[in-house]
């Protein structure tokens, strides 16, 4: 039977799919799509052996103590679609199509036989283990490190955490521009300085950096950056563009809770985690009020120079200030990094406000 990159709801995979058809078109036995780039599923063909990967942490469920599964019981299909959630089809095509794969292959057919859960590495240590919070959760952690030691709390399982980042890697292109915005009430016209980081002594506590510790605060939009200082109604704003001197790699949180299993990184330590990287993006895209504390900017401040010695030069997140806009804090000097393109000034003619009664 022939899939097709449609098939799937992963784009790593669609595009591998893509990638691995010969060029022939037609229509999909699986997804039903039509002149749909095909490639046909045989046992050992490429496909399966990365599919394999996948059922690193499925096993019986009588085989696993219950102190040991994510998720479960269920017959084999329904457990492995709902995990992954990669298909674009229903179960009863999952099986088929798993089994064009595997079917003939004893560790398939007990796994088929039996109800199966859940279990990074099938239950053989314990959950803790393969958690880059260890015994804690986000919100354990973010307490402790606000609450009740600052400088000695640390992720249980950095190597984890590092392995799960990798998949989250980006590179921003040489020459690909980003924008600093201020709120602009002096006569004279802003120049670049205006837009280098702060001098140490004025660096003042930021959602990435500790007070004392500069940083670029960038974004990926004019729109986000004047969001981003918060520009009211009838404020001018000036607005730089600045181009990075050469590529540089950063962490983008903003895909954490959205890795593809297919992506480099251990499927045991994916399920055991992600309960937690939904945790990190949902606290980074809580909007931020005026009210808050610059306390609850630890956790991350903490994180952010783990990803620092990591070897990123920059980490990326979503604005909660801009909806789709992402905001790129970079570690290094102004200097060295970017060269000024331009700066324009702008007044804000319209704000957008939404209110939810509660
Ligand atoms: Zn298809």
């Known amino acids: 039977m022939k899939c097709c990159p449609y098939c799937f709801n992963d784009d790593a995979i669609s595009y591998y799919v893509e990638g691995l058809s010969n060029g022939t078109r037609g229509t999909c036995d699986f997804c039903g799509s039509s002149n749909a780039l095909l490639y046909e599923i045989t046992p050992y063909c490429e496909l399966a052996n990365t599919f394999e990967r996948l059922f690193t942490v499925i096993a019986p469920s009588e085989s696993v103590a219950p102190d040991r599964m994510i998720s479960g019981c269920g017959p084999l299909p329904e457990v492995f679609a709902s995990t992954w959630k990669i298909f674009n089809f229903n179960s009863s095509l999952v099986l088929r199509f798993l089994c064009e794969m595997f079917g003939s ?10 109800e199966v859960v859940i279990s990074p590495g099938k239950g053989e240590r ?12 986000w919100s354990n952690f973010s307490s402790q490190i606000k609450h009740k030691s600052r400088f000695f709390t640390k992720l249980a399982h950095v190597d984890v955490f590092e392995d799960l980042l990798g998949a989250a890697r980006s590179t921003w292109k040489k020459g690909h521009p980003l924008f600093r915005a201020r709120i602009w009430t002096k006569k004279k016209d802003p120049v670049e300085e205006d837009f280098h980081e702060p001098p140490e002594s004025k660096a003042s506590d930021g959602r990435m950096r500790s007070a004392g510790i500069p940083c670029i605060y960038t974004a990926d939009t004019p729109e986000t950056a004047a969001a981003e200082v918060r520009a009211g109604m009838h404020d001018i704003v000036a607005i730089a563009t600045i181009l990075p001197l050469h590529d540089f790699e950063y962490a983008d949180l903003s895909v954490l809770d959205d890795i593809s299993p297919l992506a480099n990184v251990d499927c045991s330590r994916l399920v055991a985690n992600r309960k937690h990287l939904r945790s990190i993006v949902t606290e980074l895209t809580r909007p931020v009020r005026t009210s808050d504390s610059t306390l609850d ?10 990803i620092q010695q990591f070897g990123n030069e920059a980490i990326g997140y979503p604005s909660v200030m801009h909806r789709e806009g992402k905001n790129i804090a970079c570690f290094a000097h102004f200097n060295g990094m970017f060269e000024l393109h331009s700066i324009k000034k702008y007044r804000v003619d319209e704000l957008a406000y939404g209110l939810h009664e509660f």
């Not at 314990?126 to 959760?137: A, K, N, V």
């Not at 900017?297 to 783990?306: A, D, I, K, R, W």
């Open 105 to 114: 292959e004893e560790w398939f057919k007990r796994l088929q036989d039996a």
């Open 297 to 306: 900017y630890v956790p991350f401040q903490y994180l952010s120079e783990l």
């Open 126 to 137: 314990p959950l803790d283990e393969y958690s880059i919070f260890g015994s804690m959760d």
